[in-house]
C-alpha cells in the first residue's frame, strides 16, 4: 500500500523558516520523482518543487532561492527547507510521487500558516 505522510507544517511568523518532510512506503522510491506542491485557499494547486530520481531539480520562479528540495533515498523521505517565508507561502504543502501516469501518488498535505 503506498503511503504518503506529510509532516513539519505548522504556524510561523514572516521571516521564519519551516522544514517539511514527507515519509513514503509502498512503492520503489528512489525510482520515483517526487515534488512538493502547495494550494492556498481559493487558488488552484501549484508546483513548488521537483526532484526526479537521479537528483535534478526545479523550482518554481516563486521560491528565489528560498526553499530547498531534498531526498534521502535511504530514509525514503522527501524534505522541503523553507526560509524566508511570506505570508504569500501560507497554503497546504502536498507531496507527489510521480512513477508515470500509473503510478502518480499524493499525500494528505500539512498546513503552513505564516502569519504575525
Known amino acids: 500500500q503506498v503511503q504518503l505522510v506529510e509532516s513539519g507544517g505548522g504556524l510561523v511568523q514572516p521571516g521564519g523558516s519551516l522544514r517539511l518532510s514527507c515519509a513514503a512506503s509502498g512503492f520503489p522510491f528512489g525510482t520515483y520523482a517526487m515534488s512538493w506542491y502547495r494550494q492556498a485557499p481559493g487558488k488552484e494547486r501549484e508546483l513548488v518543487a521537483t526532484i526526479n530520481y537521479s537528483g535534478g531539480i526545479i523550482y518554481a520562479d516563486f521560491v528565489k532561492g528560498r526553499f530547498t528540495i531534498v531526498r534521502d533515498n535511504v530514509k525514503n523521505t522527501l524534505y522541503l527547507q523553507m526560509t524566508s517565508l511570506t505570508v504569500e507561502d501560507t497554503a497546504v504543502y502536498y507531496c507527489?510521487?510521480?512513477?508515470?501516469?500509473?503510478?502518480?501518488?499524493w499525500g494528505q498535505g500539512t498546513q503552513v500558516t505564516v502569519s504575525s
Open positions: 507527489r510521487a510521480w512513477g508515470g501516469d500509473a503510478n502518480d501518488f
